[in-house]
């Protein structure tokens, strides 16, 4: 168990649909990564937070959002869904924002994911 | 362009023997971090061992241990006495500044 939580484990949902992916990172840690994992496009890294404030954006689309909460859980928004944005999204986090020496507690633990299907 | 490169879709190893997976990756910046993760048929991703571009010494974790060669770009992650419970994907990844990347994995079945 890596200590971060992810809710929910599983959903199904509709094309056109809006729907919200939650995570709460582990006890301490002030970052907090999304990913996308597909079949077609393997690993992407969607979005980081550190401390509230957006810190570095990767691969994600305009009708993808997220935020960071003050008490540091994070929820990505997914909207106008489409079949190709079934995918498993992992949360992730770190204590510090994921660059410095392996002293620095740059190192990153995932969540279960969340498994997204849209029909 | 790629940055992360696993050349490895596949690799089998005996039970008790070492095993090297190869990543190399590609980067301009002088601060970034590598990680390797283990990902089981189950899903979940496992958080297996880091290196920072500044650590001079070699990072090890137990069993696994990344043999990091800056000049030559190449993150390899080296597993000591597989075991079963090692089958699975494996990936390398980057973190540089304003990114985290991650490489098409590699999948070790380790044979009884």
């Known amino acids: 168990d890596s200590g971060v939580t992810q809710t929910p484990k599983h959903l199904i949902t509709a094309t056109g649909q809006r729907v919200t992916l939650r995570c709460s990172p582990r006890s301490g840690d002030l970052s907090v990564y999304w990913y996308q994992q597909s079949l077609d496009q393997g690993l992407q890294f969607l979005i980081q937070?550190?401390?509230?404030?957006?810190?570095a954006k990767g691969n994600i689309l305009e009708r993808f959002s997220a935020q960071q909460f003050p008490d540091l859980h994070s929820e990505l928004n997914l909207s106008s869904l489409e079949l190709g944005d079934s995918a498993l999204y992992f949360c992730?986090?770190?204590?510090?924002?994921?660059?410095?020496?392996?002293?620095?507690?740059?190192?990153?633990?995932f969540g279960p994911g969340t498994r997204l299907t849209v029909l | 362009a790629q940055k992360i490169t696993q050349t490895q879709p596949g690799m089998f190893v005996q039970e008790k023997e070492a095993v090297t997976l190869d990543c190399t990756y590609d980067t301009s910046d002088q601060s970034y971090g590598l990680f390797w993760y283990k990902q089981p048929s189950s899903g979940e991703m496992i958080f297996l061992i880091y290196q920072g571009s500044y650590d001079e010494q070699n990072a090890t974790e137990g069993r696994y241990s990344l043999n990091f060669q800056k000049a030559r770009k190449s993150a390899n992650l080296v597993i000591s006495a597989s075991q079963l419970g090692d089958s699975a994907m494996y990936f390398c990844?980057?973190?540089?500044?304003?990114?985290?990347?991650f490489g098409a994995g590699t999948r070790l079945t380790v044979k009884p």
């Open positions: 990844a980057m973190r540089e500044a304003m990114s985290m990347r």
């Open positions: 937070y550190y401390n509230g404030e957006e810190r």
């Open positions: 992730a986090s770190s204590l510090n924002p994921g660059i410095g020496p392996k002293s620095s507690y740059n190192e990153q633990f």
